[in-house]
C-alpha cells in the first residue's frame, strides 16, 4: 500500500508537510500505525508534486513540478534542503509500498500529473492485471503504450486521466473509475488522491484518509500529521471528499457522481 497527502491554502514550505510534523509523511513511511494488513513500511520510492507558488488564484497553463525517487524517502540526503527552499500552496505527495509483483520504479511513484493535475492511489487492484483488462478497451493505444509504470496505479490514472479529458470533474472521474474497478475486482482497494491547484478530491476504498480543516487551508492525509491536534477528523470509508480552501464536503460514493 502507500501513504499520501494533499494540501491546498497558502504558501508553505514542502518540508512543513512533508518533513516537520511529529507524524509527517516522512515518518509514515518507515512507522505507518494503520497499513490495514498492506504491508508494514512505504519504502519503494517517494514523490512530491506542487504547483509554483506564484500561480496566482487560477490554474490554466500552470504545469506542477514533481521530485521522485526509487529509494526510501528517509535515504534521500538531499531532500531535506530542497523541501525547506520550496513552498507552494497546492502540494501532493506521496511514500510508496509496492504491490507485490509490481516495478519499484521511480516512474511507479505518485505523483502522476498532467497540467495543474496531480494523482496518487493508495490500495491495490485485487487480481491485477487480468480483473480489469477489459477497461483497457476504454483507452487509446498510445495511452497503454506510454503509461509511467505497468502498476495498478498508473493505470488508474490513465482511466481517471481520460475521465478529465472528456471534461468530467474530478469527482464524477474518480467515482467512475472507482465503480468500474470494483465491477471487476471487488475488495480493491481504491483510496483515490486528485489536486488541480483549486480543489483536493479523494475517495476512501478500503484505507484510512483523515481531513485537517485550518484557516483558509485544507489538508488530507492517509494518517493525521499530528496525531494529537483537535482538528484532524476521520473519513469515513466509502466517501468521496471535495474541498476547496473555503469550503469541504464528503457524502457517500455512491452519490459521488453529480
Do not use: K
Amino acid at each position: 500500500m502507500c501513504r499520501h497527502l494533499a494540501y491546498l491554502g497558502p504558501p508553505v514550505p514542502l518540508a512543513d508537510l512533508v518533513l516537520h510534523p511529529p507524524h509527517s509523511l516522512l515518518h509514515q513511511s518507515w512507522a505507518p500505525t494503520d497499513m490495514r494488513g498492506g504491508g508494514t513500511v512505504n519504502a519503494d520510492g517517494f514523490g512530491i508534486g506542487w504547483l509554483p507558488a506564484d500561480s496566482g488564484d487560477g490554474v490554466d497553463g500552470v504545469v506542477a513540478r514533481r521530485y521522485r525517487r526509487d529509494a526510501p524517502m528517509w535515504s534521500d540526503a538531499s531532500l531535506p534542503d530542497l523541501a525547506t527552499s520550496i513552498c507552494s500552496g497546492a502540494v501532493l505527495a506521496a511514500v510508496r509500498s509496492a504491490t507485490v509483483g509490481t516495478a519499484v520504479t521511480e516512474t511507479a511513484c505518485a505523483p502522476f500529473m498532467e497540467g495543474a493535475w496531480m494523482f496518487s492511489h493508495n490500495g491495490v487492484v485485487e487480481r491485477w492485471p487480468a480483473s480489469v483488462a477489459p477497461l483497457a478497451d476504454a483507452l487509446p493505444p498510445a495511452v497503454l503504450m506510454t503509461l509511467d509504470a505497468p502498476t495498478d496505479s498508473a493505470f488508474l490514472w490513465a482511466l481517471v486521466r481520460e475521465r478529465l479529458r472528456e471534461g468530467l470533474s474530478g469527482a464524477t472521474a474518480l467515482a467512475g473509475v472507482i465503480g468500474d474497478v470494483l465491477a471487476l475486482a471487488p475488495g480493491s482497494r481504491l483510496n483515490l488522491l486528485l489536486h488541480d491547484g483549486l480543489h483536493i478530491t479523494a475517495t476512501t476504498v478500503g484505507h484510512s484518509l483523515w481531513l485537517n480543516r485550518g484557516r483558509g487551508s485544507v489538508t488530507v492525509s492517509s494518517e493525521a500529521l499530528d496525531p494529537g491536534g483537535r482538528r484532524w477528523q476521520p473519513v469515513p470509508d466509502l466517501s468521496l471528499l471535495q474541498a476547496s480552501s473555503a469550503d469541504c464536503s464528503i457524502r457517500n460514493l455512491d452519490q459521488g457522481q453529480p
